[in-house]
């Protein structure tokens, strides 16, 4: 394999904006926070459904329920199509009754993880509705899954891997693009 060099997307200051601009969409499209409640997908996602939590609560002075699935891809490499998602562990103390979820991600793709999220949150409880946040939206959907909330569109190839950096898990913050070329 023949590794290009990195080349950065987003850096500390456009991923706060993002996530200050989705807020923002969420309170939006939702008309406020009544039966809002915010789940991550671990492990990224988790401290940007956390962040999204702050930056509503500064904004509406609510602190929104906030959850966690667990949800890891099986697969050989980021092209094959025999991807298996498989959810290790769900907390979400709160009932899902009648709730508006937003479902948080840091890069939605093949929609895979998303499809095992759906199932886990509808195993749960009976949301009102289901709405997917994710900071990057790379395209190469294989099924029919959007978000309703981006941070940024990058299209790519699928040689292609995006890298997600949040602090609480990485130790810095950024994303940044690589192509994979053969
Ligand atoms: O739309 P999809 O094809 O399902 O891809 C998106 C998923 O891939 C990444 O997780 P990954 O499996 O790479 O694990 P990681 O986040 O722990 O690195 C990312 O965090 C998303 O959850
Ligand atoms: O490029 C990709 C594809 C899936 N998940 C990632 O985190 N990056």
């Known amino acids: 394999m023949n590794l290009t060099d990195k080349a950065q997307l987003m850096n500390e200051e456009t991923i706060r904006r993002a996530i200050t601009r989705i807020a923002h969409e969420i309170l939006e499209k939702n008309q406020g926070v009544k039966d809002l ?90 949301p009102q509705a289901i709405q997917l946040a994710v900071l990057i939206d790379r395209g190469h959907r294989e099924l029919p899954i959007r978000a309703d909330f981006v941070g940024k569109n990058v299209p790519t190839s699928k040689r292609e891997v995006i890298s997600v950096c949040v602090a609480e898990v990485d130790g810095e913050e950024g994303v940044s693009i690589q192509d994979m070329a053969e």
């Open 37 to 126: 409640v915010l789940v991550g997908i671990r492990r990224r996602g988790v401290p940007l459904a956390l962040r999204l939590q702050q930056k509503i609560q500064e904004i509406e002075g609510v602190q929104v329920p906030l959850g966690a699935l667990d949800i890891t891809l099986y697969r050989d490499d980021l092209t094959t199509l025999d991807v298996q998602p498989v959810i290790h562990k769900t907390e979400v103390p709160f009932s899902l009754t009648k709730k508006t979820v937003v479902l948080v991600d840091d890069v939605l793709y093949t929609g895979r993880t998303v499809r095992a999220a759906l199932d886990a949150l509808i195993d749960i409880g009976r």
